[in-house]
């Protein structure tokens, strides 16, 4: 299993920056994927961003170029750097984790961006 502890969310004006972390229970080498996902009040929860365990990133549309996504794996943990924030972006954050074939979860963490 993979315990994971967000942190890091909060309040922003638009054009601020924010910057999330999720710290893993275990070494992130052993996680095939971890990742970032949100939910806007009344919407599904959707992809921001993903880091594998080779290093790749992948993003979500709305967010290249704003966010970056980055593994410290020395403190089993994952970051993503919110820039330019937009009202847009106000939702609950999770982390997610990929390990052996089955998804774990934060228990989120609420980003709001004022216009």
């Known amino acids: 299993q993979v315990q994971l502890v967000e942190s890091g969310g909060g309040f922003v004006q638009a054009g601020g920056r924010l910057r999330l972390s999720c710290a893993a229970s275990?070494?992130?080498?052993?996680?095939?994927?971890m990742g970032w996902y949100r939910q806007a009040p009344g919407k599904q929860r959707d992809l921001v961003a993903t880091i594998s365990s080779g290093s790749r990133t992948d993003y979500a549309d709305s967010v290249k170029g704003r966010f970056t996504i980055s593994a410290d794996n020395a403190k089993n943990t994952v970051y993503l750097q919110m820039d330019s924030l937009k009202p847009e972006d106000t939702a609950v954050y999770y982390c997610?984790?990929?390990?052996?074939?089955?998804?774990?979860w934060g228990q989120g963490t609420q980003v709001t961006v004022s216009s």
């Open positions: 275990r070494s992130i080498f052993s996680i095939t994927r």
């Open positions: 997610n984790a990929e390990y052996r074939w089955h998804d774990y």
